[in-house]
């Protein structure tokens, strides 16, 4: 949106002005970056240039310049940033053109926050929740759904403002602590047509499990609409796909089947804060004409060494004995994935902490909690002993590449669990605990090539089991997963976890 459409568009609606002037008000603090970094501890030796990098861009960037695409179409979709929704168009020899974009207040990743907070879920990155539930429902709300959000003959899509309240300045948003907050976005007319909304730990029926069923088709067919638009005007058929709505790993995983772009790359931190990498990306192209490697592997965080985990058990060795629990370490990653492997057979619940920690929110085996997925009982064994999360929600396979056709009706790479894919049907009772109820799996692929020692433990299990699927969950009880092996050591001794893994020692809860 051009800034004269900005002002078009304010003028036109005096509602956002109170909206605008708090857009200011945050344009005015990043204004001021300089001068809060200057205020750090050597902050006054900074020589640094500053490059504002648009949104969108950024994402865009996050996508295409870590793939291993040389052109390709590229394709944002979020709640906003700097006044748009959704930014689409080319990548060609490291060149991003946008081709359009959706400006405020029109956003497919708003309707889909407004849906979850009508569906009683109201923190900020709650979505997943409503992903989860929508298999349980059946989409009977699509002509009230397509009422609400409808696409238009561009490709693109529009919200019908009667039914929300973001564009008015009546529903309250923004940053506390760190943490975005918002009111409800979801006018009375909203509720006219759908009803009353569900409170925050009211019983789910199953009304709500049909909205977010309908909400779920209504977000894919928005998608695939535009994505068929896109390809309609080029021959390019490689995807590269950012934005906090990349993360809907249910509709990424229907892309390939129900448009024509086959090769999809999705960042590891699909969301904002693959901004800042995309962010960089982007300004490196710009000077220097060079792109940034292929991110195949998302373990970039932190790393803890032996020696810092031995002195740390070191500290904790009374505590570890009072509870009767035994230290192991082994000598070789082939022993070391034989033994729990053994574990994981004999039912044990394992903290995998291995190596750098994964950028981006999920757990890809460096920061894991791993169970046995073939056991029927392996949800409320992770509930009861770790988890207690809400039933619906689905737990995640992690599988060697070279065996998904034998058991997903795709053959394709994922390695940061972005899709969720069906299972074949002859294998589903022979892996219930990561078999979604539609019979779906959100699969990582794992390969020795980027993810070694993670791919010998699957492979070690899968020899024993002829299953090389590890269920895999991220090391987390409700708090942020761990990143240092201080939170891995306290998450196992507050849980009932059997057994812990740091590196190459093996913690042991001798029950
Ligand atoms: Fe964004």
Same mark, same amino acid.
């Given at each position: 949106?051009?800034?004269?459409?900005?002002?078009?568009?304010?003028?036109?609606?005096?509602?956002?002005?109170?909206?605008?002037?708090?857009?200011?008000?945050?344009?005015?603090?990043?204004a001021?970056?300089?001068?809060?970094?200057?205020?750090?501890?050597?902050?006054?030796?900074l020589r640094?240039?500053?490059?504002?990098?648009? =949104?969108h861009?950024? =994402?865009?960037?996050?996508?295409?310049?870590?793939?291993?695409?040389?052109?390709?179409?590229?394709?944002?979709?979020d709640?906003?940033?700097?006044?748009?929704?959704?930014?689409?168009?080319?990548? +060609?020899n490291?060149?991003i053109?946008?081709?359009?974009?959706?400006?405020?207040?029109?956003?497919?990743g708003?309707?889909?926050?407004?849906?979850?907070?009508?569906?009683?879920?109201?923190?900020?990155?709650d979505?997943?929740?409503?992903?989860?539930?929508?298999? #349980?429902?059946?989409?009977?709300?699509?002509?009230?759904?397509?009422?609400i959000?409808?696409?238009?003959?561009?490709?693109?899509?529009? +919200?019908?403002?009667? #039914?929300?309240?973001?564009?008015?300045?009546?529903?309250?948003?923004?940053?506390?602590k760190?943490?975005?907050?918002?009111?409800?976005?979801?006018?009375?007319?909203?509720t006219?047509?759908?009803?009353?909304?569900?409170?925050?730990?009211?019983?789910?029926?199953?009304?709500?499990?049909?909205?977010?069923?309908?909400?779920?088709?209504? #977000?894919?067919?928005?998608?695939?609409?535009?994505?068929?638009?896109?390809?309609?005007?080029?021959?390019?058929?490689?995807?590269?796909?950012?934005?906090?709505c990349?993360?809907?790993?249910?509709?990424?995983?229907?892309?390939?089947?129900?448009t024509p772009?086959?090769?999809? #790359?999705?960042?590891p931190?699909?969301?904002?804060?693959?901004?800042?990498?995309?962010?960089?990306?982007?300004?490196?192209w710009?000077?220097?004409?060079?792109?940034?490697?292929?991110?195949?592997?998302?373990?970039?965080?932190?790393q803890?060494?032996?020696?810092?985990?031995?002195?740390?058990?070191?500290?904790?060795?009374?505590?570890?004995?009072?509870?009767?629990?035994?230290?192991?370490?082994?000598?070789?990653?082939?022993?070391?994935?034989?033994?729990?492997?053994?574990?994981?057979?004999?039912g044990?619940?394992?903290?995998?902490?291995?190596?750098?920690?994964?950028?981006?929110?999920?757990?890809?085996?460096?920061?894991?909690?791993?169970?046995?997925?073939?056991?029927?009982d392996?949800?409320?064994?992770?509930?009861?002993?770790?988890?207690?999360?809400?039933s619906?929600?689905p737990?995640?396979?992690?599988?060697?590449?070279?065996?998904? =056709?034998?058991?997903?009706?795709?053959?394709?790479?994922?390695p940061?669990?972005?899709?969720?894919?069906?299972?074949?049907e002859?294998?589903?009772?022979?892996?219930?605990?990561?078999?979604?109820?539609?019979?779906?799996?959100?699969?990582?692929?794992?390969?020795?090539? =980027?993810?070694?020692i993670?791919?010998? +433990?699957?492979?070690?299990?899968?020899?024993?089991?002829?299953?090389p699927?590890?269920?895999?969950?991220?090391?987390?009880?409700n708090?942020?997963?761990?990143?240092?092996?201080?939170?891995?050591?306290?998450?196992?001794?507050?849980?009932?976890?059997?057994?812990?893994?740091?590196?190459?020692?093996?913690?042991?809860?001798?029950?």
């Amino acid at each position: 949106m051009s800034k004269a459409d900005r002002i078009r568009y304010l003028l036109k609606t005096p509602s956002a002005w109170k909206l605008a002037l708090s857009k200011l008000r945050v344009q005015k603090q990043r204004a001021s970056i300089l001068e809060i970094l200057s205020r750090l501890p050597g902050g006054d030796q900074l020589r640094a240039e500053f490059y504002p990098v648009e =949104h969108h861009i950024a =994402h865009l960037a996050s996508a295409y310049h870590f793939s291993d695409f040389q052109d390709s179409v590229v394709l944002s979709v979020d709640g906003f940033g700097d006044f748009s929704s959704a930014a689409w168009g080319e990548a +060609l020899n490291g060149e991003i053109h946008i081709q359009r974009k959706v400006p405020f207040p029109h956003s497919l990743g708003l309707f889909y926050e407004t849906v979850t907070q009508f569906i009683g879920f109201p923190h900020y990155g709650d979505e997943y929740k409503v992903m989860g539930l929508a298999s #349980y429902g059946k989409p009977i709300y699509l002509n009230e759904m397509r009422e609400i959000a409808y696409t238009e003959n561009d490709g693109g899509y529009k +919200l019908n403002m009667r #039914y929300f309240l973001h564009q008015t300045g009546k529903a309250k948003y923004g940053i506390d602590k760190g943490i975005p907050r918002s009111e409800n976005f979801f006018s009375e007319e909203w509720t006219k047509l759908l009803g009353k909304h569900r409170a925050p730990g009211e019983e789910l029926t199953q009304r709500h499990k049909d909205i977010a069923a309908s909400a779920q088709a209504i #977000y894919e067919e928005n998608l695939f609409h535009l994505l068929n638009k896109i390809a309609a005007n080029t021959s390019i058929r490689n995807l590269s796909f950012a934005g906090g709505c990349a993360m809907n790993s249910v509709a990424n995983g229907k892309i390939a089947e129900n448009t024509p772009f086959k090769s999809i #790359y999705i960042p590891p931190a699909a969301g904002d804060a693959g901004g800042s990498v995309g962010a960089a990306a982007f300004t490196h192209w710009q000077k220097t004409k060079l792109r940034c490697k292929p991110m195949n592997n998302a373990s970039l965080g932190y790393q803890a060494t032996d020696i810092e985990i031995k002195e740390l058990l070191n500290q904790y060795s009374d505590k570890l004995e009072t509870q009767g629990i035994t230290i192991k370490i082994y000598e070789n990653e082939h022993q070391l994935c034989n033994a729990v492997s053994d574990e994981i057979i004999r039912g044990s619940v394992v903290g995998w902490y291995q190596g750098r920690m994964e950028w981006g929110p999920r757990a890809l085996g460096a920061r894991s909690i791993l169970c046995d997925p073939r056991r029927a009982d392996a949800k409320d064994l992770l509930n009861g002993k770790i988890k207690r999360r809400e039933s619906f929600r689905p737990f995640a396979p992690s599988i060697c590449r070279e065996n998904v =056709h034998e058991w997903f009706e795709a053959d394709t790479d994922v390695p940061f669990m972005m899709q969720v894919l069906p299972i074949r049907e002859e294998k589903r009772t022979e892996v219930p605990a990561i078999t979604h109820v539609d019979g779906s799996g959100r699969l990582q692929t794992v390969t020795a090539q =980027h993810n070694s020692i993670y791919y010998k +433990l699957i492979r070690a299990f899968g020899d024993k089991t002829g299953v090389p699927i590890l269920l895999n969950t991220s090391f987390n009880e409700n708090e942020p997963i761990v990143c240092k092996p201080q939170e891995a050591i306290e998450c196992f001794l507050r849980t009932n976890m059997d057994v812990l893994v740091l590196n190459n020692i093996v913690v042991q809860r001798n029950t």
